[in-house]
């Protein structure tokens, strides 16, 4: 078996709010079990522990971290045994499709003293809040950012040929694809390559891309047709009968960053701030959007759009900020009330069972 760990995010703080693909990567598993608790009752912990012992078995794995804290994660799945394991609450509560049957509720608040947080009731009810409000100020943040960001990228898009990117569009397609396809039903999974999170913007862009042979990047500012070309692209994989794995924007999440086929060994990259790849290597066929798909060669840069498209940015950090330093004084009051043991005892049930699913494969 290989080792491979593929690292991403499946929720996102972003210009409409937070934004959840946890569905889309959760979906068809023959076991999920679904971590319920609240904060500090060792949820992270709990799927970092599974994750390491799958990794020692030499199965794959798939990291899903947590947006609010990169550190965090917010799942694991173990694809060789078809399983995952995920924090199923608040921003990103999952609810089982199949309860029972697929999906079991795994509750870590078995393993805390009531009578220790009531004591703390008050704290806890008014850190709640605060943390909820730090974060809805975040996206109202992030939300005003979206508006200079569209107004730039509308200045950019006056100068588009869509004659251009037509024709480009289709060299691609012919490029890429020929006349390769696949036996298999497509298989497309959405995600987040990278996150706003209270450190700034983080990315796993370089670590996904860099095992690729064949990289195609797309250079250019917001409007110069990436996303036309990225949306074709996407439905010639899907109709040819590839798995896609579709990166999006953390930032506007209806927009695509990545497109990694990996039976064709395969990325097509938006290769722009603040997802820039590390070093582009000789091999990489790099397209130049603003020269190939633009009827201006050159176009004024707005630097008071871009200035208040910044500042809201960094406002938005600043309450995800706010909002971890409130969390985890939250988390505090939990993780005095709990026994750990228990949530070990637990853990290793599950491994136990995980085990036993995997002698089925």
Request: proline letters at 2%; one cysteine or more.
């Amino acid at each position: 078996m290989t080792r491979n760990v593929l690292k991403y995010f499946a929720g996102g703080n972003t210009a409409k709010g937070h934004y959840s693909l946890f569905h889309s990567n959760l979906s068809n598993l023959e076991r999920l079990y679904i971590l319920k608790g609240g904060p500090g009752t060792g949820k992270s912990h709990f799927i970092k522990k599974i994750g390491k012992e799958w990794r020692k078995k030499g199965y794959s794995l798939e990291y899903i971290y947590c947006s609010s804290d990169k550190d965090s994660l917010d799942g694991v799945i173990i694809r060789d045994v078809n399983v995952g394991i995920v924090d199923g609450t608040k921003p990103h509560v999952i609810e089982p499709q199949f309860p029972g049957v697929v999906d079991e509720y795994v509750n870590l608040g078995v393993a805390w003293d009531s009578e220790k947080l009531r004591k703390h009731k008050d704290e806890i009810m008014s850190l709640t809040t605060q943390v909820g409000h730090a974060f809805q100020a975040a996206y109202d943040s992030f939300g005003d950012a979206f508006v200079f960001y569209e107004k730039q990228r509308e200045n950019v898009s006056r100068y588009l040929n869509s004659t251009k990117v037509k024709r480009l569009t289709e060299t691609l397609v012919d490029e890429l694809f020929d006349e390769k396809l696949n036996t298999k039903t497509a298989v497309v999974k959405h995600r987040f390559h990278g996150a706003n999170t209270p450190t700034g913007f983080f990315s796993f862009f370089n670590e996904l891309t860099e095992p690729l042979r064949k990289r195609y990047v797309l250079k250019g500012r917001p409007g110069t047709g990436k996303s036309l070309i990225f949306k074709r692209l996407l439905l010639e994989a899907e109709i040819r009968g590839f798995h896609v794995e579709v990166y999006h924007c953390g930032f506007v999440p209806e927009n695509i960053d990545l497109l990694i086929v990996r039976d064709l060994d395969l990325a097509v990259i938006d290769h722009k701030v603040p997802h820039k790849l590390h070093n582009i290597r000789d091999t990489d066929k790099v397209i130049d959007m603003e020269k190939e798909a633009l009827d201006a060669q050159w176009i004024h840069e707005d630097e008071e759009l871009y200035d208040a498209y910044a500042k809201h940015m960094q406002e938005g950090f600043s309450w995800l900020k706010k909002a971890k330093f409130l969390r985890d004084k939250l988390e505090s009051y939990y993780i005095q009330a709990m026994d750990f043991q228990v949530t070990t005892k637990i853990r290793e049930d599950i491994q136990r069972e995980i085990e036993m699913l995997a002698t089925e494969q």
